[in-house]
């Protein structure tokens, strides 16, 4: 059984915008999200860690439920033009260390931890998809979009605003544990 206060007090270290406690039967899967990954993502079927890749939306949404709880993190880091695509994206590797760390301190308690997270993966220079295996299937982290799962209601139902609005930029981060 995790520790939610001894967490909490590591968590409290990390610059996060916010995080909540998630049980996964809260969880909404879609089709539609995948759909905006396919037609307005240029990573889409370019790594293991992008949908098809990732599997279809069934298999995605089992896997997420075989974890009856989850850590739902966000962070946020403003920019001077939220447009600008390049720019946006380039906040992406801060939240990705921030989301590695909040990991491990889940590690630090459960043996079992599946994260999404924000990226298409840009650990290999070039990705082995789709000819060969993932290289690294224990530091790929898939993005929380590729397995379908709305994020709006359940971030807002939590308090954290979906877009903060402004040219503030926000991720968000899954990490699913037992
Ligand atoms: S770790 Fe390498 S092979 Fe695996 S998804 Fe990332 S880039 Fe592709």
Redo the contacts with the bound molecule.
Sequence with gaps: MLDRELLESQLAELPLYGYFFVDTSELEFSERIRYICEHECPMYGK???CPP?TGMVPECEAKCRSYKDALMIATITEVFNIADIEETLATRPEHEEITKMAADMVRQQCDDVYVLSSEA????EE???PDGP????E??NPCVESHGIILTALAEKYGIEFQYGGNIVTWFSLIFYK
């Design positions: 790594t293991w860690a890749g993966c840009a650990i290999c990705c082995a998809y993932c290289r690294h299937p530091l790929m």
